[in-house]
């Protein structure tokens, strides 16, 4: 299966500071999520965005979508430690035939305290 | 949310065993269930596609004699890995449901 790419690989911050993270991808989808894993743990399902959608909130997360562009962010506000995991993006297409999710390459982010 | 569960959490086992994981839909009917694998530091990849009462559908490179699914009601699929080896060794993560996904906690494999 074809993975889309994220960037950056690794992030390092200081708690207070936003996280943002990228994630392009290959072919149409009807929506993009976003998961979180902490190490060696299962996932943790962040924010679903359709592919009319252009940018959903959810508490301190903001996720935006360019379909256009085959991309997506996510941008994590005031970071806590808490926060320390990697971040995968995952999309959906119908298109494809394919009715399981193709998962990015990740990003690890860490939040120093 | 949708909940699915996994079984067992971690397992460890000698080369050349076999080893049986169950993924089961909590509080909802999944005709379809997905197993994942994930090595460290690396992402999730799609091993196969689990579908209730016919057979699953491997994606490439993966050995569908190695890990045989079954998926015999409508909240319970198996993944079973025969014959492990050390490369074998990673998380095995399942989900359901489609479009929005849900996934299970994950089985960390040991093949020593």
């Known amino acids: 299966s074809q993975q889309g790419e994220e960037d950056p690989q690794a992030l390092s911050i200081q708690e207070g500071e936003n996280a943002t993270m990228n994630c392009s991808y290959k072919?149409?989808?009807?929506?993009l999520q976003w998961y979180r894993q902490n190490s060696g743990r299962g996932l943790v399902h962040l924010i679903l965005?359709?592919?009319?959608?252009r940018e959903k909130h959810s508490g301190r997360l903001r996720v935006t979508l360019d379909t256009s562009k085959k991309s997506s962010s996510l941008l994590i506000t005031a970071s806590r430690a808490a926060d320390t995991a990697s971040y995968f993006c995952?999309?959906?297409?119908?298109?494809?035939?394919?009715?399981?999710?193709?998962f990015g390459s990740g990003t690890r982010l860490q939040v120093q305290p | 949310g949708a909940v699915v569960s996994q079984h067992p959490s971690r397992v460890i086992c000698k080369s050349g065993t076999s080893v049986k994981i169950e993924c089961r839909s909590l509080?909802?009917?999944?005709?379809?269930m997905f197993w994942y694998r994930q090595f460290p530091k690396q992402s999730l990849m799609l091993m196969a596609t689990?579908?209730?009462?016919?057979?699953?559908?491997?994606e490439q490179g993966v050995e569908k004699d190695k890990f045989l699914i079954n998926h015999a009601s409508l909240t319970l699929s198996t993944l079973t890995v025969t014959s492990a080896h050390p490369e074998d060794s990673s998380f095995y993560i399942c989900?359901?449901?489609?479009?929005?996904?849900?996934f299970g906690p994950g089985t960390r494999l040991t093949v020593l």
């Open positions: 509080d909802f009917q999944a005709t379809t």
């Open positions: 995952a999309t959906f297409s119908m298109d494809t035939g394919r009715r399981a999710l193709t």
């Open positions: 689990s579908n209730e009462g016919s057979k699953a559908t491997y």
């Open positions: 965005i359709r592919s009319n959608e």
């Open positions: 989900s359901a449901r489609e479009d929005e996904q849900f």
């Open positions: 072919t149409s989808i009807n929506n």
